[in-house]
Structure formats: C-alpha cells, structure tokens
C-alpha cells in the first residue's frame, strides 16, 4: 500500500453515507420512483464496500460477486418498474401511502 | 394341491360383500342375490375340495397351515396371516358354508320386499367371511380379528331396522355386551403371549403341557378369561342378556348368526384351546357349572315368552348351555356333535319360524297364530321334524348329541350336571311343543283380514334341507358297539392329550420350584365305558323328551284352559315370565351408573375442564392478535421502517 492511494476506510465511510441515505430516502420518501431509486442506492453502496476490500485483500470474489449484485439490480429494475407501471394504471397516483390495501 | 385353495373359503364372501355392499344398488337385486349365495356355494364347494386334499395327506399328517403373509412384526414377536386346516376346522367349516349357503338362499325369498336388499347381503356375507376367518386363523390374534368382525357384522345385522329404536337400542346392547367378553378374550391372549412368546394355536398347544403347571395359577387365569370371552360370544350366564333382544334383526339372520354360527364361536374357542382347558380343572368345572346353569335356565324362560322368535332365542341360548357343559366335563366331541346337530335343527327352527311371520304378515305373537298347519304344510312338517329334533326323539339328529351330552355329564361330571341338563331336557321337549301347539295347531287366533299363505319355494326348499339334515345329522356320532363314533374318531388328532406325561411335567416344574407337588394318581385312571348305562340313559332321555311333548299335549291341546290357571296370579311365573330380572338389575347395577358417570364427564369434565381449556387458548390467542394486527397496517414505509430498526437492534445486540 503506497502514499496517495485512498486508504480503506474513506471508501467504507462512502459506503455507509449512501447506504443511510438510501435506507432514510426508502423511509421518509413517499413518492415510489424515488424509494426505488434510493434501493438501487443501497446496492451501490454495498457494491462500493464490496470492491473496496477486494481490492484491500487482494481478492477477486468481490468483484465478481459485485457483478452479480449489478445483475440482480437490472433485473430488479425491470420487474420493479413494471410493479410501479402496473400500480399507476390502478390508481393514478406515485404516493406510496396510497397503496395500503395489502393488510388484514 | 388341493388344499393350497383354503385362503380362497374365506375370500369369496368376501368379494361377495364387497362387490354387492358398493354396487348392489346399481346391480339390481336378482344380481345381489345370486353373488351372495354363489359366494357361499363357491366356498362350499371349496371347502369339499380341501376335504378331499386333507384326506390325501400322508398319513399321521393332521394339521395344514398356509401363511399368506406375514401380517406384522416387532422384535421376535411376529404375526402370520394364516389359515390353519385339521379335522376340527373342516367340521365348522362345513357347518359355516353349508348352513349359511342354505339361509343365503332362504334369505333371498325373505328379504326380497326390503329396499336396502344389497346392504343385508353385504353384510350377510362380511358376516359368513369374518364367520370363516374366526375358524381358519391359525393364531389367536387373527382368530381375534374373526371374533371381533361377526361381533360387528352382528351389531349391524341386528340393527338392520335402523329405523326401529328397540333394532338400535339392541345392536347396541349386544356389542357392548359382547365387548366385556372381548375384552376378556384379549387380555387372555395377552398372557399367552406373556407365557409361550407365540400366539400360534399349533405352538402353543404343543408347549401347553411343558409351560404351564397342571391346575396352576398362569393356566386357571388364561382359561378363565377364555371362557369369559366365550360366555360373551355363546350367550352364557352372565353376560347371555344380549341374545333374546338380538331377535330385532332380519329372521335369516337369527338363523345364521344367533342360532347356527356365530354363537357357537365361543364353543368353537373352547375346544380349539382344550389342551389349556384341560390342564384346568377348577375352570373347568366353573364351565361345566356355568353350562349347567345357563341350559336350565334359558329353558325356563323359554316356557313363558310368547314371541315366536324369543322362544327359539332362549332355546338357543339353552342350547348353547349343552355344549359348553360338554365342554366343562371334557367330552369336546360331544360339545361338536351338538353344535353341528343344532345348527341343523336350529336354523330349520328359525328358517320355520320366518316362513311363518312371513305367511301372517309380521307377526310374531304366538297368541296370534294357531292353526296354521293346513295353511303352511311345507314349513309345519318341516317345523315338526326338527322340533322333535331338539325335543331329543330317537332317531332324530338332536336325540344322539343331546344324549352324548347328558352321558359324558354323568361320567365324566357328576350327577348334579346330569340331573340339570335332563331337567333341562325335559323342559326343552315341552317349550318347543308348546311353540308347535300354539302356532300351529288348535284353533285359529289370526287376525281375520290376515291370510296366511305358504312361503315360496325359495323358502321352503331350505327349510326341506335343513330338516333332511337335522334327521340324518346323527349319523355323525351313533354310538358304535365299542362306544366311539364317526365325529369322534374324525376329531381324535385335535383333541388327543396326554394327561400322564402333562402331570410329569408339572411334577417336575413344581420340584424345580421347591414345591412339593400333590398327588395325582387318582386323575389317571381310565374311566370305564359303561355300554349299558349308556343304553339306560338313552331310553330314560326318550322317556324324559315323550313327558315333556305330552305334557305340553295337554296343556296346549287337550285343556288350553289349564296354562291359564296355573299361572294366574303366581308371582313364581312373573318372575321367570320378566326373565328374572336380570335385564332391570343389569340396568341398575351397570347401565345407569354408567350413563350417570358419562353425563357427570361431559357436562363438567368434557365441556367445562378440556373444552374450556381449548376454547380459553384460542380466544386468549384472538385477543393478543387483535393488538398485534396493528402492526400490519399496509403501508409500506411502515414495513420498511420496522426492518430497518431490527436489523439495527440485532447490530446493537450482536456487537
């Protein structure tokens, strides 16, 4: 590990600000575009941590396991926006405390 | 080989009842018929085939068992299904399809006006294959199946009239009647198994006489449970309540089940274990006394009932008593002899006895009928045959096993036995005369709008066989110049012990014991077969049986009057008249505590204590959820909310 290189802990620090920030943006926002957007926010940040101590260790699992993280993110996406597509036929509406039919 | 067939006897009822209790509606009656008679005739004819292998097995051969599979296992403990042959098992088994192929056919013109005709049959032949496994089974377990399924078939034949309360509340009372003997019957197959660590009839009888000590404790209880297993099934004393009320059912069924078979099943049990019974005295005489008691008894009984079917009912049970006091006194062959003989003459009787409730229209009262001779002749001659039959005239079937009976009581008993079975006798030749006179002869007491008409030929003919048997049946054991017979030499291999070698044994088990053993050498001398006592008894029988049918002559015949005047008033009559009492006292004793004690439990311990405790959970549960569902309130932020907080205290927790 040589001077001028990031050290670890700046990118978990990274990390952990997007994952709160995602976490707080699912809690408080009620518009459902931007709850999925700050979802797809705590993957990033998971992936940053993930790279990060790849690249500590020396190891190439991360990065793999990164990679499959992006790809369940696409997926996700997908079906996820065809859930919001199909929620905004019903009612005409992206505020999620609308949709409060699910419950006993 | 022939005798592979012998799983095929039971079988064939079996498929008969299946086949006719699922399709039988859709069949159509005729078809119904012709399926449950032909199944019995299928294992009739079965049943002479394998009588014919038996006979070509190499000599000293007398026992042929067939294991179809092996039914369970545990341990060392394992049970085969399997079917056993030997002398004992052919005569039932001949009794069982013979006479139940004969009441099958009767019972097609009987039934034939019934609308569940396909659910009697169904039955009727479940009956006639458990009927067959009771006597085929080659241990006491499947022995028991047998035992427990006519008892079921009996519960469901007797309550055919399902619509009848006094139908319901019989069924009911002679299978829970028959169930304390059961339960008997098991706990006595538990402590064989306890003992010789097999239920198998052949290996426990061959272990008998090394494993139990003569008149020990082990051998007395086992026979003793035995025989109250038996005292259940054959309608003894005390449990013989539930025969009289089981004349609710269908007439062909007192015939085959209540007369003929199944209530011989118990006899039947006996001889089967009679090396246990033998190594038993003091069981023995309980059985002889209980016999004894029970023959006198029902006959008693039998003279003050006017219900056609009950009087056959007390007779049977009379009956019953004969055998198992031949039982009691050793003399198994005569025990046999009379089962075969009064199937014969007893379901000709009940057969008869259908014909006529059949030609007047249902019904039953003796005070009712009268003068029926001219109308039925075919059901009255045939009445008459087998009545004198079981009144016990030479030459008739009834004569030589009732007399084998009374002699082996005399020899091999004591006097007390004999004087009680030949008053038995006695009242037997009168009661069934008396049910001869009234129904049939005299004047008329039909009620005028009633025509009374012989039944059809598919009736009568069976009553003809029935009553051709029941006076050539005592072929099977007229008394030889040497004093043995057909039925006993048939039986010889079964029933042989050898009691010498038994006393040595249980000598031998007492020494190792440090028990001193009691003499006895008394037991081992040979009892002389006195020809002309034998001849003496015969000729005072006849006389006895000729008293009774003239005594019942007179009264019924020459001065109807009389029966009236010695009854009148005399509370000695009313009390045998109400069978004794014995059916209020068991009301008293058992049947209202017990209803007592199950109202005391359902109302307070059943819907109060077990019923509270679970209902009590449930709404403790409902109400814990009421406050709980708050939580789930469908909004998702909330959900998101609630994970986020617990993954953040398992954090706080875990570090």
């Known amino acids: ?104 | 080989m022939l005798l592979k067939l012998t799983c095929l006897v039971p079988l064939f009822p079996l498929i008969g009842s299946i086949i006719n209790g699922f399709f039988g509606l859709r069949i159509g009656k005729n078809a119904v018929g012709i399926i449950a008679a032909g199944s019995m005739a299928l294992s009739f004819l079965t049943s002479i085939l394998i009588f014919v292998g038996f006979l070509m097995l190499p000599e000293g051969q007398h026992v042929f068992e067939q294991v179809v599979w092996t039914w369970f296992g545990a341990g060392d403990f394992s049970v085969d299904f399997g079917f056993q042959v030997d002398p004992l098992t052919l005569v039932m088994m001949f009794v069982v399809t013979g006479v139940g192929f004969i009441i099958h056919v009767y019972a097609i013109g009987y039934m034939h006006e019934e609308f569940s005709f396909y659910r009697f049959f169904a039955y009727f032949n479940l009956f006639a294959s458990m009927m067959l496994l009771l006597i085929m089974g080659n241990n006491f377990l499947l022995m028991f199946i047998g035992w427990e399924g006519v008892g079921c078939c009996s519960y469901f034949l007797i309550g055919y009239y399902f619509e009848k309360k006094s139908a319901c509340d019989a069924g009911t009372k002679a299978f829970i009647v028959n169930r304390v003997g059961d339960f008997a019957f098991l706990l006595a197959v538990m402590y064989i198994f306890n003992i010789f660590g097999t239920i198998d009839f052949t290996e426990v009888m061959h272990a008998a006489p090394e494993k139990l000590i003569y008149a020990g404790e082990a051998v007395t209880i086992i026979t003793l449970l035995l025989f109250v297993g038996a005292t259940g099934k054959s309608a003894q004393i005390p449990l013989y309540t539930w025969l009289p009320d089981a004349m609710e059912g269908p007439t062909p069924v007192s015939a085959l089940i209540h007369a003929a078979t199944m209530v011989t099943a118990g006899v039947y049990m006996i001889v089967r274990c009679s090396v246990l019974f033998n190594l038993a005295p003091m069981t023995m005489m309980v059985v002889a006394g209980t016999g004894a008691a029970t023959a006198i008894m029902a006959a008693t009984i039998g003279m003050t009932q006017f219900d056609i079917k009950r009087v056959l009912a007390y007779s049977t049970v009379s009956q019953i008593g004969y055998m198992i006091l031949a039982c009691g006194v050793g003399a198994y062959t005569a025990a046999i002899f009379h089962l075969v003989t009064h199937a014969f003459f007893k379901a000709c009787l009940f057969l008869g006895s259908g014909s006529v409730i059949h030609g007047i229209h249902g019904e039953q009262d003796m005070r009712k009928m009268g003068g029926l001779k001219n109308y039925m002749p075919v059901t009255y001659w045939t009445f008459l045959v087998s009545t004198l039959a079981i009144a016990g005239i030479p030459p008739l079937s009834g004569f030589f096993s009732k007399d084998e009976v009374l002699y082996h009581a005399l020899m091999d008993g004591n006097i007390i036995f004999w004087g009680m079975g030949i008053s038995a006798a006695l009242l037997t030749a009168f009661y069934m005369f008396r049910l001869v006179f009234m129904t049939f002869h005299g004047e008329s007491r039909v009620d005028p709008d009633v025509h009374p008409h012989e039944s059809p030929k598919v009736m009568t003919m069976p009553l003809v066989i029935l009553a051709g048997l029941a006076t050539v049946g005592g072929i099977l054991g007229i008394p030889l110049f040497h004093g043995w017979h057909i039925l006993h030499n048939w039986l010889e291999p079964v029933l042989h012990f050898d009691l010498a070698n038994a006393l040595d044994h249980s000598k031998h088990m007492l020494h190792e014991a440090g028990q001193h053993a009691p003499s006895w050498a008394h037991l081992l001398n040979p009892k002389e077969h006195n020809l002309w006592l034998e001849i003496f008894l015969m000729a005072f029988s006849a006389c006895v049986a000729i008293t009774g049918i003239v005594a019942a002559y007179i009264f019924y015949i020459k001065r109807p009057d009389l029966p009236e005047k010695f009854t009148k008033g005399q509370w000695g009559f009313e009390l045998v008249q109400n069978k004794y009492g014995v059916d209020e006292l068991y009301d008293e004793a058992f049947v209202k505590p017990t209803v007592e004690a199950s109202h005391l439990l359902w109302k307070e311990c059943d819907a109060k204590g077990i019923d509270g405790t679970v209902i009590g959970t449930a709404k403790s549960i409902g109400w814990l959820s009421e406050r709980a569902r708050a939580f789930q309130s469908g909004f998702v932020r909330n959900y998101a909310l609630f994970i986020a907080v617990g993954f953040i205290s398992l954090l706080l927790i875990m570090f």
């Open chain 1, 1 to 104: 590990m040589f001077e001028g290189t990031v050290p670890l802990e700046h990118y978990l620090a990274l990390s952990a600000v997007l994952f709160v920030i995602g976490i707080v943006g699912v809690l408080v926002r009620r518009n459902v575009i931007v709850v999925f957007m700050s979802v797809e926010i705590m993957l990033n940040a998971v992936n940053i941590s993930l790279i990060a101590f790849d690249n500590y260790l020396n190891l190439t699992n991360g990065q793999i396991f990164s990679f499959m993280v992006m790809c369940v993110a696409a997926a996700e996406v997908s079906v996820g926006l065809a859930i919001i597509i199909a929620l905004h036929r019903n009612k005409p509406t992206v505020n999620l405390d609308e949709f409060n039919l699910l419950k006993w």
